[in-house]
């Protein structure tokens, strides 16, 4: 697996790897990388010819008392979580690197970026289609692979991708989750005991609920319910 820290470096490892025309395969990360991450790189793997995979903790999506400073950081172990899952090329921009002095645009989405997570992290998701935006110019994947976990991140990735015209299929990977159902997550360290053991709830009580909706109970009750349930937990 090839590393590389500034422009000059990742173009020089992916100049062999999208010759002829070959598919690149890509893995944005913000790293501590689990069991998910790499169930992303192995669908990348199967379906392209080249892999690469960046790991940058992009402060642009986090608000100012979110955990930014905090995010697990372990860049060693997760540099050999990539290349034990066969990655072709790390990407480890550093801030200046990610956003040169002068930098001037961002990108703004609306509609799917608006509501649920978009309504309680003002500015989250600028950030989260501006540092895709400036990764896909940098590495210029085919495919760019996500993960279902944080479905409304998906939407607003394809949605940036569709209204920019940009030049990549985003491919939406399924949840890896614990036996008890928890989806990983590099945040889930953060649960005390007591809170990992209430968690996987909301994958129980959603579940219930999409069962119930789907044998034909009201939906407006199913939800109702399930969100009673959550409350109470
Ligand atoms: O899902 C993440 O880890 C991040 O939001 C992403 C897509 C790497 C952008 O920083």
Same mark, same amino acid.
């Given at each position: ?25 890509? *893995?944005? /990360?913000?790293? #501590?990388?689990?069991? +998910?991450? %790499? ?7 199967? =379906?392209? $010819? ?77 950030? *989260?289609? /501006?540092?895709? #935006?400036?990764?896909? +110019?940098? %590495? ?7 993960? =279902?976990? $944080? ?83």
């Amino acid at each position: 697996m090839q590393i590389a820290r500034t422009r000059e470096d990742l173009a020089r490892a992916l100049s062999a790897l999208r010759r002829d025309g070959r598919t690149l395969g890509f *893995v944005p /990360t913000m790293g #501590a990388l689990h069991a +998910g991450h %790499v169930a992303l790189l192995a669908r990348a793997r199967a =379906e392209c $010819d080249a892999t690469a995979a960046s790991i940058f903790v992009n402060p642009l999506q986090f608000g100012p008392n979110e955990d930014f400073a905090r995010y697990p950081r372990d860049e060693a172990g997760d540099l050999a979580t990539l290349d034990a899952a066969g990655c072709d090329v790390a990407w480890l921009p550093d801030v200046a690197t990610m956003y040169p002095p002068g930098s001037a645009t961002a990108i703004e989405v609306t509609g799917p970026a608006e509501g649920w997570e978009g309504a309680v992290r003002p500015g989250h998701f600028r950030g *989260v289609a /501006t540092v895709c #935006a400036r990764l896909f +110019g940098q %590495v210029r994947p085919t495919h760019a692979y996500f993960g =279902e976990k $944080d479905w409304q991140q998906v939407q607003v990735v394809r949605r940036m991708v569709a209204d920019l015209a940009l030049p990549l299929e985003i491919v939406a990977v399924p949840t890896v989750r614990e036996a008890d159902g928890l989806a990983l997550s590099s945040r889930n360290r953060y649960l005390a005991p007591a809170e990992r053991e209430g968690a996987p709830r909301l994958y129980s009580v959603m579940r219930g609920a999409a069962a119930a909706i789907v044998s034909g109970a009201d939906v407006a009750d199913a939800l109702g319910q399930a969100r009673a349930a959550l409350e109470q937990a």
